[in-house]
């Protein structure tokens, strides 16, 4: 062995390291100088890296595995303690017992907010409305985000509150939905990711005094979010959707010792963005660009969510006549706005649920190689949830990663009898987050949380790509031909998801020069049965060889 020079600051003994670098696959300790990996060898080897003041973290025969990175994860939105928290409420009955509740406990309050409806909970497979609403609410104004934060759901005094009528329709936080027959809108608004999620969608919302919206409300969803996934062993989170004021909330947690994961944050391209915003957001990037916090990614939509209809398909929704769902952009627009940017050298993370909106943007990558010449662009695809199979090799074919989250195929989320299911219809279920099918084709699989619309624990995602079956309970496995095994989603959460975001020459294996970022498992996830995946904690947590977070619950 190469024996060091100057002792480590601190050594990893006893330890049975899955380093995901085919070089060297396993090692039993390593040892860390400076934040960086020194070496990797056998515990009998491990003495000559020891001085007096090293310390030494002994495994006791863990597993050890990077840190985890979590390509697609909104620390920002998190989870609000200010608001009713409507997470498994299945019905809308259920729904009211919660306001109910929360009104009781917090009287005379000036607004009712809640968060994670789910769509399935209101009957009849229709959108909610502010009728829906009213009898628990009355006169105080109440706003509900869905659990994936595309749509929002208003009472009667919301909608007074806000502004809203069948005259001002087109909002800056969404686009208000009316009764086809009378014109009205009926209380329920989407386009919320997409308006209410950007710059200006939020400053309108503080401006019309919507608590949820004010900075500090923000960055104590930030900082509680920071504090769940460090815990989880997530060491580098990618926020996917920021302006430039979100990003004074980072340099806050940083200041503040919140910031123990490390940080990738992309900028939000909405519909307006202009070659001055351009120019600011590569300027931020410059600034904002080292091992804790990095800006440059944009994050762009081609198209919704399937849910509510409003992801674009080929082939219409099962039972909705003729309704396809829409594109953001003409085809023809979106390849020549992708074209721009990669002219320019961003690169994009483009939001797409629907084979159609997929197609779309397969179509503008393709259309910006040949106008711009091929470049190591690692566009990426974000959701991949219906998949027309002629698709999928060109993921490989153009350099696209597909960026998921396998937490949502799960069949207690989108399966029978849930509105995902439902709406694509069986014949279309073979195209459901086609994580296999991907990999087989050669595509890089950048895995992930999209924390708050599913649970951020890693644990969860892993056990479901691997089993495709519900997290909680029994249950039979849905589009279980589309299972990877649990080396492959391993790899999607570290190295995968570090070549997505440009960091595997720092990041996502554990290899002599790279960041000291490792979790070590309560179990090994890679032997046990994979009913026992869920459950695995982080018991301790390595970022940049300083240990930031312990655990003993098992």
């Not at 006893?14 to 960086?36: C, I, K, N, S, W």
């Not at 607004?111 to 399935?120: G, H, K, L, M, N």
């Not at 609403?133 to 759901?153: I, M, N, Q």
């Not at 916090?293 to 409003?310: H, N, Q, S, W």
Request: aromatic share 6%; proline share 6%.
């Amino acid at each position: 062995m190469n024996r060091s020079t100057t002792p480590a600051d601190l050594v990893l003994t006893r330890a049975r390291v899955h380093t995901v670098d085919p070089a060297l696959p396993e090692a039993e300790a390593l040892a860390v100088r400076d934040g960086r990996i020194v070496w990797l060898g056998t515990d009998a080897d491990a003495s000559a890296w020891v001085g007096p003041d090293t310390r030494i973290l002994d495994a006791g025969g863990r597993l050890v595995l990077p840190g985890f990175i979590d390509a697609h994860n909104h620390v920002r939105l998190g989870s609000d303690d200010a608001c009713v928290q409507l997470a498994g409420a299945r019905t809308l009955e259920e729904i009211h017992e919660r306001i109910r509740a929360w009104r009781a406990a917090h009287p005379g309050t000036a607004w009712i907010e809640a968060e994670a409806f789910d769509y399935s909970a209101i009957p009849g497979g229709r959108m909610p409305t502010a009728a829906d609403l009213d009898p628990v609410t009355e006169d105080t104004p109440a706003l509900v985000l869905s659990y994936d934060v595309h749509t929002v759901w208003l009472n009667t005094a919301a909608l007074h509150r806000l502004g809203i009528d069948r005259d001002h329709l087109d909002l800056p936080f969404g686009t208000a939905v009316t009764d086809p027959e009378t014109g009205e809108p009926t209380g329920f608004v989407k386009d919320f990711a997409v308006k209410g999620l950007s710059r200006d969608g939020h400053r309108a919302l503080r401006e019309l005094g919507v608590p949820w919206a004010a900075p500090d409300r923000q960055y104590g969803r930030l900082a509680k979010s920071l504090d769940d996934a460090i815990g989880y062993g997530i060491t580098t989170v990618v926020e996917p959707q920021n302006s430039l004021d979100d990003l004074a909330l980072f340099q806050r947690a940083r200041a503040e010792g919140r910031l123990r994961s490390r940080i990738v944050a992309a900028l939000f391209h909405p519909r307006g963005t202009t070659e001055a915003d351009l120019d600011a957001f590569a300027a931020a990037a410059r600034t904002f660009d080292d091992d804790r916090l990095r800006v440059g990614p944009l994050k762009l939509y081609i198209d919704d969510v399937v849910e509510p209809r409003t992801a674009a398909l080929l082939e219409p929704y099962t039972g909705c006549g003729r309704h396809r769902g829409d594109t953001f952009y003409p085809p023809e627009e979106f390849a020549a706005l992708l074209t721009g940017l990669d002219a320019r050298g961003f690169q994009c993370f483009v939001h797409a649920t629907g084979d159609r909106g997929i197609r779309t943007v397969l179509d503008a990558v393709a259309h910006a190689r040949a106008a711009n010449g091929p470049r190591d662009a690692r566009h990426q695809i974000v959701h991949v949830e219906c998949l027309d199979p002629a698709d999928t090799p060109r993921f490989a074919e153009l350099g696209v990663v597909a960026c998921m989250q396998p937490r949502h195929a799960a069949p207690d989320i989108a399966g029978p009898g849930q509105d995902w299911a439902e709406n694509i219809g069986p014949d279309r279920w073979h195209k459901a987050w086609p994580l296999r099918s991907l990999w087989a084709a050669g595509a890089v699989l950048a895995l992930s949380s999209d924390w708050n619309v599913a649970e951020m624990d890693p644990m969860a995602g892993i056990y479901t790509a691997v089993t495709r079956r519900p997290l909680h309970g029994d249950g039979e496995p849905w589009t279980p031909e589309e299972t990877i095994d649990v080396v492959t989603a391993i790899e999607g959460y570290t190295m995968g998801s570090a070549y997505a975001n440009f960091l595997e020459t720092e990041r996502g294996s554990l290899s002599v020069g790279k960041l000291a970022d490792f979790v070590v498992l309560s179990r090994d996830i890679l032997r046990v049965d994979p009913e026992r995946i869920p459950g695995t904690v982080a018991e301790t947590v390595v970022v940049g060889g300083e240990v930031v977070h312990t655990s003993t619950q098992d």
